[in-house]
């Protein structure tokens, strides 16, 4: 992508740099476009990036809680905004794990009491006010975010039939830190049909270099080859059909990724990452199954030290079979 290699803007992935002919453009769509455009694009590319879908406001005011919960840690440069989520300089990054970037069923990362306790804490904010909104029903959360629940509604035509997942995960990449390795989300979906979206939402501006999510350019045969591989690796392994169907993760990595390495993944089967810089408002949708949508992250090397935040939101046909297991909120050990 020309504007990349004239800014001169290296990105990097768990596994080292991504050379520039490993580096594609994420396509933007307006969110005002007529549905059947949208719908046709989601198909044809397993993503669809709405632009500024979310009112800019309101993903401030989520970021700002995120890291005025946080501050304690020490997370944040002393004297900055807590809005801004400027990593503090003097702080070690490991101390500041990156939650579900890949431990084995979601332990933990950190080894240190401090990590501990930052980890503690990124937990705790899946359950706070301005996320899940209060009991009283007077602070109505991020995660009940209407505008998206409407979009997704009737952009999948559920209609009322729309249920949005209780787990979801608050992704803070602090720079430098591991990202999350080469996955697609049907993995940890698997007792369900694969037809949820996943809407990955960047609470924040993520630049180009700041550890925005990557996406896998047309992962159709792709996904395909790798399903075979996976069933002729089953068939070796002696297991029956109905074993195979839950069991992608005997083939997989421990942690039900499929590569650790993002680099190494698009040489292997040469395919290019789709990357964009985001901004506080836009969205992703994306499409569950390997043979539509295999993702990962770039590492945050944002020059002004900005973590990186993200959630994701996902959403269900409730008439349809789902992973109920996505039913309580994120914690450690939670087998996913
Ligand atoms: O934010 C991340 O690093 C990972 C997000 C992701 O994989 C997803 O939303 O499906
Ligand atoms: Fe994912």
Redesign the pocket.
């Known amino acids: 992508m020309a504007s990349i290699q004239q800014d001169q803007v290296q990105l990097h992935v768990n596994d080292g740099p991504l050379s520039p002919d490993q580096v594609g453009e994420l396509q933007p769509s307006n969110p005002s476009e007529p549905m059947g455009v949208l719908r046709a694009k989601y198909d044809r590319d397993g993503y669809l990036f709405l632009k500024g879908i979310l009112p800019r406001e309101e993903v401030l005011a989520a970021r700002e809680a995120y890291f005025r919960a946080m501050s304690s840690t020490g997370v944040l440069e002393p004297g900055t905004d807590p809005v801004e989520g400027i990593f503090n300089k003097s702080a070690d990054p490991l101390d500041y794990p ?1 939650i ?2 890949g431990a084995a069923e979601n332990s933990r990362l950190g080894t240190s009491e401090k990590s501990h306790n930052f980890e503690d804490l990124s937990i705790q904010a899946h359950t706070q006010d301005w996320y899940i909104g209060s009991r009283d029903g007077k602070i109505k959360g991020f995660t009940n975010n209407q505008t998206l629940r409407d979009f997704v509604s009737e952009f999948t035509g559920w209609d009322n039939h729309i249920l949005s997942l209780k787990r979801t ?1 608050l ?1 803070n ?1 602090c720079p430098t830190n591991r ?2 390795g080469v ?1 697609y ?1 049907q993995v940890f979906l698997r007792y369900g049909e694969p037809t949820s979206v ?3 939402v960047p609470l924040g501006d993520i630049k180009l270099d700041g ?1 925005g ?1 990557i996406y896998l350019e047309g992962g159709e045969q792709l996904g395909e080859q790798i399903e075979n591989e996976f069933s002729a690796q089953a068939i070796a392994d002696g297991m029956t059909e109905e074993e195979m169907k839950y069991a992608f993760n005997k083939n997989m990595m421990s942690t039900g990724f499929l590569f650790e390495g993002p680099a190494e993944f698009s040489r292997t089967y040469n395919r290019k990452w789709l990357v964009t810089a985001y901004a506080a408002g836009d969205v ?1 949708l ?1 499409k569950p199954h390997q043979a539509s949508n295999i ?3 770039t590492i945050n090397h944002d020059r002004e030290g900005r973590i ?1 935040l ?3 939101l ?1 959403y269900v046909n409730s008439a349809r079979k789902f992973d109920e297991r996505w039913l309580n909120h994120f914690h450690f050990n939670d087998g996913l």
């Open positions: 990156n579900g970037a995960l992704r990449n990202a999350i996955h989300d996943t809407a990955w550890g999510l992703v994306h993702h990962a992250s990186r993200g959630t994701d996902r």
